[in-house]
């Protein structure tokens, strides 16, 4: 069974950093496409960012320039790095892989964010 585990979150200031981590048990991330997904309070879950099986990033607008995917296929953890971070940037974050299984869905880790 494939499980997922965030970790990394926490409550900064506006223009802070944070990284974030995802691991998985029963998955080799590297043979897979890895995307982060947040949600923030009474909203639905968004796809932020993904990181091929070839290593190429991609991000939705809002985090483009700020947010980074990486890889380590040793530790098998996909990364998250946040920089320069926003009120708007609070919530829940999440990994699974592309397409999500809803099975894979872990308990996420909260980034709080204050103005």
């Known amino acids: 069974q494939v499980q997922f585990v965030e970790s990394g979150g926490g409550l900064v200031q506006a223009g802070g950093s944070l990284r974030l981590s995802c691991a998985a048990s029963?998955?080799?991330?590297?043979?897979?496409?890895i995307s982060w997904y947040r949600q923030a309070p009474g909203k639905q879950r968004e796809w932020a960012a993904v990181i091929s099986r070839g290593g190429a990033p991609k991000y939705t607008g809002s985090v483009k320039g700020r947010f980074t995917i990486s890889r380590d296929n040793a530790k098998n953890t996909v990364y998250l790095q946040m920089n320069s971070l926003k009120p708007e940037d609070t919530g829940v974050y999440y990994c699974?892989?592309?397409?999500?299984?809803?099975?894979?869905w872990g308990q996420g880790t909260q980034v709080s964010v204050s103005s």
């Open positions: 029963g998955m080799t991330l590297s043979a897979n496409a």
């Open positions: 699974n892989q592309v397409p999500f299984f809803n099975d894979y």
